[in-house]
């Protein structure tokens, strides 16, 4: 027996009581939170002298179907919390793939076998298992809302991947430049696209994505500690925050430093010739921040007068995070200048980099039993070793 009030979805503003009483259930939409929590202590009264009919009400209303809820779980759960291009994504995920297939079926009659089904569709089309599995997810969303509501018990999509074999593969990143393909790119940059070399240059040496790149601020460069701090970042024109939602500082090199020391200073003469001043933009057009559009386009330029394969701009940061890690560098300063959440990331994309020359450093293991200055020998070995002694 129970009787719940939930917003609906939630900051909608919309009310809904739930009632659970002897194996039955029902909902209904009451108008504000004060007359849903008046009329559910009614009804928990009711409910505890026996007075309450199951039946007397209207008849409880039809389960929503996938399509219906789903859109609730969008534009409730995703679109007021998360980045438009994420809304956007998951709503072009739900109606590719899952509205086809599950969109009018009620949600309390949809089994897994309609899910394996649709997973198994969007895996026939070609499609990678990153994608099957960015699906599955978005599916798993609105599931999960509807058994907080007590609309379904459990959630289908749970484990399915695993069943089918068909989990994210872990890959390494596409493709990244050598030292000296960096070197080459930096070096036509600089002849052929002089300025744009700076943006470059600070890409190569921090490996920031490219919304972060773009909304790079002054005020962001601490020039005694000689490090940048990330704090936000351009998406379609809007200036955000960071992907992962917290700030990061990112060391510069001195090759760097300075480029940026002279980059300033040159802005600050732009500005005076200008009338306005030092813009707050270190890369930008006419006081805004640089198109991720127009950055790509000139990095394919680049590319090719370079004579360069075609990688991805993201493959900047790949590069950088390959370079430092194949030096030697320890994989989590690489994680923290990456800014990922965990270092499981870093060693999930970029193990592969790490370098692994120590071998000796497992003698260390043999302690006192090793002489520092002489590799260990096995005891058996040792006895061999010994002279046989000649009976007197």
């Given amino acids: ?36 929590l008046e009329a559910a202590r009614k009804i928990e009264a009711r409910l505890t002298l026996g007075e309450f009919d199951m039946d007397e009400e209207k008849p409880e209303p039809k389960v929503q179907t996938f399509k219906e809820y789903a859109e609730l779980w969008l534009h409730g759960h995703i679109k007021p919390f998360r980045r438009d291009t994420t809304f956007e994504r998951y709503g072009d995920m739900l109606k590719r793939f899952a509205y086809p297939k599950i969109g009018k079926i009620p949600m309390d009659q949809i089994k897994r076998k309609h899910i394996r089904e649709m997973l198994l569709e969007v895996n026939r089309q070609g499609l990678s298992r990153s994608t099957v599995a960015l699906v ?13 509501d007590e609309i379904v018990q459990s959630n289908p999509t749970t484990g399915i991947l695993r069943r089918m074999n068909l989990s994210r593969r872990k890959q390494a990143p596409r493709d990244v430049l050598n030292q000296e393909e960096v070197d080459l790119f930096l070096a036509t940059c600089r002849e052929h696209e002089r300025p744009y070399y700076s943006m470059f240059l600070t890409a190569f040496r921090t490996g920031l994505r490219l919304g972060e790149l773009v909304g790079l601020m002054w005020e962001d460069i601490d020039w005694n500690g000689r490090f940048i701090r990330v704090r936000r970042a351009v998406r379609r024109g809007v200036v955000g925050g960071t992907k992962t939602g917290r700030e990061r500082s990112v060391d510069m090199t001195d090759q760097l430093f300075q480029e940026l020391e002279a980059l300033q200073k040159q802005r600050r003469r732009e500005g005076i010739k200008a009338g306005t001043g030092l813009v707050p933009y270190l890369f930008h057009r006419r006081g805004e921040p ?19 394969r075609r990688v991805r ?28 959440t965990n270092i499981s990331m870093t060693v999930d994309i970029y193990g592969h980099w790490i370098r692994s020359t120590d071998r000796g450093a497992v003698n260390y293991l043999d302690g006192s039993e090793a002489h520092p200055a002489a590799p260990y020998t096995h005891p058996a070995e040792k006895a061999k070793a010994q002279p046989h002694e000649i009976a007197p």
Avoid: C, T
């Avoid at 719940?4 to 029902?26: L, T």
């Avoid at 993201?314 to 994680?335: E, N, W």
């Fill in 1 to 36: 027996m129970g009787v719940k009030v939930r917003e609906k979805p939630p900051g909608s503003g919309v009310w809904w009581i739930f009632v659970n009483h002897n194996g039955r259930r029902k909902s209904k939409k009451v108008g504000s939170e004060e007359a849903a």
């Fill in 313 to 340: 701009i993201h493959d900047i940061r790949h590069s950088y995070a390959s370079l430092l890690l194949s030096a030697g560098v320890s994989p989590v300063y690489v994680k923290e200048q990456l800014g990922h």
């Fill in 290 to 308: 640089l198109s991720q559009n127009s950055v790509r386009n000139v990095f394919k330029r680049v590319l090719d007068k370079a004579k360069l």
């Fill in 136 to 148: 599955k997810d978005v599916v798993s969303g609105p599931f999960g809302m509807a058994v907080d």
